[in-house]
């Protein structure tokens, strides 16, 4: 049986009294990769935030690797060692160079041996054909070279579920594809469990093994992958991706 990673119930979120997060359920298991697809304002961000508490949800349960979480500072802090995250302002630290940003959290977080990380970090770095750039500083990187070095950054810290957010939103369409490619390798090559916020229809029916469609903060439908670019079940699905020009 394969192992589930991560279990939401009947999760809530208000800003004040205006909710914007109803009743989520959903669980994913290891290997898995999730999309959270629709429209602009429906709550995927809000929703993924909330996966490793940058967003504090109001109410429900969130169960990672058959554990609920107590929702403490610290407790959030550990969980973020075995989620990953990447965002789509890349969030690198302008000040430090490429391999300082992704031997932060492997010494200075899990307190990992330099030499190791470090040789680690080259590797990651040597996949991803960015070996030339450790030295240089963030400023000095495109946006699709900054985006593949904060994927690198959060697998550094050998997560065992990858969040991305919107992460090609902020990059020049040539650069789009550098940086999917890279996420679609690490589900087919890596088996790594994912949960992923994309505007980008023919990627996610590539990589989707099940979407989660919401609206309005609601989750409307879930749904097979294939299944949902071929017949979604609800008709503001269906609407959505005709308006995606899927």
Known sequence: MTKEILRIEKLNKFYDKRQVLFNIDFSIKQGEVLALLGPSGSGKSTLIRCLNGLEHFSSGNLFFAGKKLVPTEKNWQRLRQKIGMVFQSYDLFPNLNVLDNILLGPTKVQKKNHDQAK????????????TDYTAAYPRQLSGGQKQRIAIVRALALHPELMLFDEVTA???PEMVRGVLEIIKELSEKDNMTMIIVT??????????????????????EETDG????VNAQTKRAREFLESMKF
């Not at 505007?199 to 409307?220: K, P, S």
């Not at 294939?226 to 670019?229: I, L, R």
């Open 119 to 130: 040789q680690e970090a080259i590797s990651l770095l040597q996949r991803i054909g960015l």
């Open 170 to 172: 902020s990059l020049d």
């Open 199 to 220: 505007h980008e229809m023919n990627f996610a029916e590539q990589i989707a093994d099940r979407v989660l469609f919401l609206d309005d903060g609601h989750v409307l």
């Open 226 to 229: 294939k299944q949902f670019f």
